[in-house]
C-alpha cells in the first residue's frame, strides 16, 4: 500500500526486529478528519468491522422487531466470536425459534477459536458446524433478515435482497457508492470503501443519539447492544471485549481480518478507523489501543491497555525478550488535520 507509515514496532535485544505499517483515520459525523496517519483515502475492505452496518437492515427492515430480537441477538449480529458455548447455544436457539438450523446457514464450518469448545468436539469426536463460525451470528442476522423479506436460500448472492440492502446502508454511512466489493470468509460480500468513509461511519454510528430517524435509532440499537454484551462480539479475553470492559460501555470496538480495527466514541462523537497494511492483527489492536488512550477513552494503566498497547513480549519460558511499542509517527501530535 502506498503512503503507509510506521504504527508499531517489534524490539528485541535493543534492536528494532520489526515494523508494521499502516493508515488510520479519526473523523467526525460531517466528515472532517480530526487526525490520520498514512493515506485517508487509502481503498480498503474493512471485513469484520463493517458488521455493525452490515446489521443495520436488520432493524431498519423490522425484521428485529417482528421476530423479538433482543440486545443479545444484535450483539452477535455484529460480533466475530470465538464459538464458546455461550455464542454457539445463543446462535442455536436463535434459528431454532426461526425453525431454521446448521444447514441453512452459508458461512461454513471451522473449529471454534474457544479452547474448551475445541477440546470437548475433540473428546466427543464431533466436527465443527456452522455454529462454530465466528461470523454465526451475523449470519443468523441474515437468516432473519431473510425470512422478513421472504428472498431465496442463497442470502450470501452479492444481487439477493440482503445484499442489496446492506450495500445500500453500507453505500449511506460511507458516504460513497463503493467500487466494488471482495467475498469474505464467511462467504458474504464485503464492500470497499476509504478508511475516511469508514471512520466517517462509525462516527455517524457516533452521533447518532443526536438524530431521530429511523437509521439512527438502529444505529443507536446496535452500538448499545455491543457495549452491554462484549463477550458476545468477541469472547472473555479477547482484546475488543476487554477493551469494551476497559472503558464501561462508553465505546464500541470491532475488529476485523487482515489488520483492520474500528472504535465508535459517542462522548466524543467520533470514529476511528485503520488498516495495517501486512494484515497483522498484533499490530491493529496495539495501534488502536494507542489512539483510543491519545483520545481519552481508554485508561494507560488499565490492563486492557497494558496488554495492547507498549508492552513486553515473553517467550514460552515466560522470559521478556522483547517489545511491542507504538511506533514515533503514532505518537506524534494527534490534531495534525
Known amino acids: 500500500m502506498t503512503g503507509a507509515v510506521d504504527l508499531v514496532e517489534l524490539w528485541r535485544g535493543g534492536r528494532l526486529e520489526s515494523v508494521h505499517r499502516g493508515h488510520a483515520v479519526v473523523a467526525d459525523a460531517r466528515g472532517e478528519i480530526v487526525a490520520a496517519w498514512g493515506d485517508p483515502q487509502v481503498v480498503v475492505y474493512p471485513r469484520s468491522s463493517s458488521k455493525m452496518i452490515q446489521a443495520l437492515p436488520l432493524i431498519e427492515s423490522g425484521a428485529a422487531e417482528a421476530f423479538g430480537l433482543g440486545t443479545e441477538q444484535l450483539a452477535l449480529a455484529c460480533a466475530s466470536h470465538i464459538g464458546a458455548d455461550y455464542h454457539t447455544s445463543r446462535v442455536q436457539g436463535w434459528l431454532s425459534a426461526l425453525g431454521l438450523g446448521d444447514g441453512d446457514l452459508r458461512c461454513g464450518a ?27 451470528g451475523k449470519h443468523a442476522g441474515f437468516l432473519t433478515l431473510n425470512r422478513h423479506l421472504r428472498g431465496g436460500s442463497e442470502y450470501v448472492e452479492a444481487d439477493h435482497p440482503v445484499q442489496r440492502a446492506i450495500r445500500d446502508a453500507f453505500e449511506d454511512v460511507t458516504g460513497e457508492a463503493s467500487p466494488g466489493y471482495g467475498i469474505d470468509g464467511c462467504s458474504a460480500p464485503n464492500f470497499a470503501t476509504t478508511l475516511a468513509a469508514m471512520a466517517r461511519a462509525m462516527a455517524r454510528f457516533a452521533t447518532a443519539g443526536g438524530r431521530s430517524d429511523r437509521r439512527a435509532r438502529a444505529q443507536v440499537r446496535l452500538v448499545a447492544a455491543m457495549t452491554a454484551h462484549p463477550e458476545l462480539v468477541s469472547g472473555n ?34 470514529g476511528v478507523a485503520l488498516k495495517i497494511a501486512d494484515g497483522a492483527g498484533r499490530a491493529s489492536e496495539a495501534a488502536m489501543a494507542h489512539i483510543l488512550i491519545r483520545l481519552g477513552a481508554l485508561d494507560a494503566e488499565s490492563p486492557a491497555a497494558r496488554t495492547l498497547a507498549d508492552h513486553p513480549l515473553r517467550n514460552w519460558r515466560g522470559i521478556t525478550v522483547g517489545d511491542l511499542r507504538a511506533a514515533g509517527t503514532l505518537r506524534g501530535p494527534l490534531i495534525d488535520r
Open 110 to 136: 471451522h473449529e471454534p477459536s474457544d479452547r474448551a469448545a475445541r477440546d470437548a468436539l475433540i473428546r466427543s469426536g464431533a466436527a465443527p458446524c456452522q455454529y462454530h463460525n465466528n461470523c454465526s
Open 237 to 270: 479475553r479477547q482484546p475488543c471485549t476487554e477493551l469494551m470492559r476497559a472503558m464501561g460501555g462508553r465505546v464500541a470496538v470491532k475488529g476485523g481480518a487482515e489488520g483492520f480495527h474500528v472504535a465508535i466514541l459517542p462522548d466524543r462523537g467520533l
